[in-house]
């Protein structure tokens, strides 16, 4: 009921007695006065006396041939009496003027509520039955609030109180300032359009905007605020929030949420990762997250190109399971031309995407071809050492008029004219620093220590720790490593001598066994000589087997297992590493337990020898090629954010030396300009542990400079800058914030509807308290003709009746 019963009763009897209607255009209020100053336990008193007095003389008078009879007449002469006291009361009707109470009905046409949702016809057959019926095949969220406020909707909305209409989107609007009326209330919604060019503000300020409506209706009487909403907030409180002023003023909150509380289907890409500068030919890398969400199981083909370009340079098919799901993908490639390029990763933009901007990713990449400085040193010309002469002695660039690598050798054991013939050949090894420090990666194989001068050994490890040049060690039947024994380039190598053994000399070597890549090392780009993952793992797999290798059951700290044997183990049940790496100082050293690697040419040519060869020199490369000297890299994966966007920080080391042993042992701090410093402890990177990772959660708007706090560095610590712009459009966050609606009607004590449950709001809103404006001169009741017709009805009905019985 909107009103009370009693003045609903008044109004009928106002209109029973054709009375003009009072207060027009407003409410009213009524009640009822009394001209008699008889307090009503007297009138109570004397009303039983005669209803006593009545009973006993017809109880016993004696001419009444039956109780009923009497009964009969008892009452119509206490219903006379009865009637005389009310008009002896001089009752009056007192009509009061109000002024109606406010309904605020709230209607939000921010940019979100142009999302077009995806309903069940099952389960909202009715609703998409009444949008067919207003024309409208694919409802946007703002088309569905107009189905809500239909024609009997807004009538029921207005009975008996003052409709108020507010836009709400980055703030509260008033639709119209004067008090809407019948006439004009449905013309004054259907003001209400959203469409592409107005709806340029991406922010949704739902909750600020609230907290001004209800500010807005201080000393007006508000029996509650309707508000049609999808509860997208993006700046400042939330509705829950505004929530708490609404029941401060006694206002409910009765809340119709728009729109799909769960997320809007969507694939988006993220966190692409790839090298900034490669060579060509090398297989690079594109590392990416997949996220789907909303389609149950779904296959995504992934494809990678060139910008600008329609050729797909690879592709992968990803089948995501579940509702939400996010995988992990890498795509190959291997550039074959030098210069910058641009790379798009782009996924299948599905149908019933609510955002197709974020199935694409590009980032830059430099392709060089660079020649690199080697020098290989070998005691005498062992198979391994003349096959990897040629293969870097007739290494071409890509455009074949200069070389790839410029190539030295040293063979200890030579003869001393090989140097007028081979353009390659030097006596013996660079003995000054200077000289040494030239090249770029030092292939060290069986190497006679006694023909080595120590200055030199200490040079070749000065040239990794220091200049952070490239070392592979090979190990040899005759002196590597097992020779170098106490000399510095012990300190350099990632194994520990002392537990080395390689076989017998007269242990006979019949049995072959493949080099078998470890998890790590299929990360690594020297270990990649497929094509991807899969065909990197077929080809170790069919490559031809070794038989000779050194046994290095222990390693130093922080050195890496890239590849194993398949069978043999150590006495704590491990495989026995057969290539390894880490880091010394600035350098870092690859070392072959095995000396064989030329076998790998058996019946397959020189592809898989050369592509792993040439890819470990590249990679040892590498890190001077990109300028990156100092010991660690910082780093963001993008220099803009968005607020509401995580930051993710990287921390890259390349000195051995100071890349920790514990997990948690790096940390960075961030500041925002003119702000707090925050301080976060990174975590090493699983499968990378020279890597190290973390997130800087909910960051305000402003510009960041973010260092590295721990392990400290000389001089001026490693820092990057990112900014924090507004946060993200309502266009990328579209799901129905229904948990926040649901709090804020509770904490209002109001109440939360669907679209579906909608239609039970309109009689269950509360009528409020009206406000009384004035009071017209009270009508007189007592007077009426109606009762003096009632008092003359019972007296003739009771004459008549004693006629008839005989007692007159």
């Not at 041939?65 to 009497?70: H, L």
């Not at 009310?86 to 009061?96: A, Q």
Request: charged share 25%; glycine share 6%.
């Amino acid at each position: 009921m909107n009103e009370p019963m009693q003045n609903t009763f008044l109004k009928a009897v106002l209109r029973w007695l054709a009375a003009p209607p009072p207060c027009a255009g407003q409410g009213s209020d009524f009640s009822i006065e009394s001209q008699w100053g008889a307090s009503p336990a007297f009138v109570l008193v004397l009303l039983l006396a005669a209803l006593a007095l009545v009973g006993v003389i017809y109880l016993r008078d004696n001419h009444l041939p039956s109780w009923r009879v009497r009964v009969g007449l008892a009452c119509l002469r206490f219903a006379a009496i009865g009637t005389v006291v009310f008009m002896l009361y001089g009752w009056s009707l007192r009509v009061h003027c109000t002024d109606l109470p406010d309904i605020v009905l709230v209607v939000d046409d921010s940019a979100s509520m142009l999302h077009v949702d995806q309903y069940s016809p099952q389960t909202h057959k009715k609703l998409l039955r009444k949008l067919q019926d207003l024309g409208i095949s694919s409802p946007r969220r703002i088309d569905v609030v107009k189905a809500l406020l239909s024609p009997p909707a807004l009538q029921k909305l207005q009975e008996g109180r003052h409709v108020r209409v507010f836009r709400l989107a980055a703030s509260a609007r008033l639709q119209d300032r004067q008090d809407i009326q019948d006439e004009n209330l449905l013309s004054t919604l259907g003001r209400i359009q959203i469409d592409q060019e107005n709806a340029t503000s991406q922010q949704s300020a739902l909750g600020d905007g609230l907290r001004d409506i209800l500010e807005s209706q201080r000393g007006r009487s508000t029996a509650a605020v309707v508000l049609l909403t999808d509860g997208i907030t993006n700046k400042g409180r939330l509705i829950s929030v505004a929530a708490q002023l609404a029941r401060r003023k006694a206002i409910p909150l009765y809340i119709v949420g728009i729109g799909q509380a769960t997320p809007p289907q969507d694939v988006a890409l993220a966190d692409l990762l790839v090298d900034d500068i490669v060579f060509v030919n090398d297989l690079v890398h594109f590392d990416f997250q997949l996220k789907q969400q909303g389609f149950g199981r779904r296959k995504v083909e992934v494809r990678l190109r060139e910008k600008g370009r329609d050729e797909i340079l690879a592709r992968e098919t990803i089948v995501l399971e579940g509702e939400q799901a996010s995988e992990a993908v890498r795509l190959t490639h291997r550039p074959p031309q030098v210069g910058d390029f641009e790379y798009i990763v782009e996924a299948d933009v599905l149908k019933g995407e609510a955002n197709a901007a974020n199935n694409l990713l590009a980032r830059r990449v430099s392709v060089r071809d660079e020649t690199i400085r080697l020098l290989l040193i070998q005691s005498q010309p062992s198979w391994e050492y003349q096959y990897l002469k040629i293969l870097f002695g007739r290494e071409l660039k890509r455009e074949g008029e200069s070389k790839a690598v410029d190539l030295t050798t040293v063979l200890q054991e030579a003869d001393p004219e090989i140097v007028s013939v081979d353009q390659t050949a030097q006596r013996m090894a660079p003995v000054r620093r200077e000289d040494l420090f030239q090249y770029d990666v030092i292939i060290f194989g069986d190497v006679n220590p006694r023909l080595l001068a120590r200055t030199t050994m200490e040079n070749i490890a000065a040239f990794v720790t220091e200049r952070g040049g490239g070392l592979i060690v090979v190990a040899g039947p005759n002196f590597t490593p097992l020779a170098f024994r106490g000399t510095p380039l012990e300190d350099v190598l990632p194994i520990k001598l002392e537990t080395a053994s390689p076989p017998a000399p007269d242990e006979p070597l019949v049995e072959e066994f493949v080099v078998t890549p470890t998890e790590l090392g299929l990360s690594r780009p020297q270990m990649q000589i497929g094509e991807n993952r899969a065909d990197t793992l077929r080809v170790w797999a069919d490559l031809p087997g070794i038989r000779w290798f050194v046994a290095t059951p222990d390693l130093k700290p922080g050195a890496r297992v890239l590849a194993e044997h398949p069978q043999r183990t150590d006495a704590r049940g491990h495989r026995l590493p057969l290539i390894t790496s880490h880091f010394a100082g600035a350098g870092k050293v690859v070392f072959h337990a095995f000396d064989e690697s030329y076998r790998w040419r058996f019946r397959r040519g020189d592809i898989y020898f050369a592509r792993y060869w040439t890819q470990t020199i590249r990679a040892l490369r590498r890190t001077r090629l990109s300028g990156k000297e100092q010991a660690a890299e910082l780093s963001v994966d993008r220099e803009q954010y968005r607020q509401g966007e995580a930051v993710l920080v990287r921390v890259k080391f390349f000195d051995e030396r100071k890349t920790p042993q514990q997990d948690d042992a790096v940390s960075i701090i961030a500041a925002r300009q003119g702000g707090v410093e925050k301080k976060l402890t990174l975590r090493r990177v699983k499968n990378d542990p020279s890597r190290f990772e973390a997130v800087l959660p909910n960051l305000a708007r402003g510009d960041y400079r973010v260092w590295l706090a721990t392990p400290t560095s000389n001089g001026e610590p490693i820092s990057r800058r990112f900014s924090v712009t507004a946060p993200l459009g309502e266009s990328e966050r579209l799901a129905m914030n229904q948990t926040d609606l649901e709090l804020a009607a509770q904490t209002s004590k109001g109440r939360y509807y669907t679209a579906l449950t909608a239609g039970r709001m309109w009689r269950a809103l509360p009528p409020g308290r009206p406000v009384r404006t004035s009071t017209l001169p009270p009508t007189p009741l007592w007077n009426l003709w109606p009762l003096a017709a009632l008092f003359l009805l019972l007296v003739i009905s009771e004459w008549l009746l004693r006629k008839r019985m005989g007692m007159l």
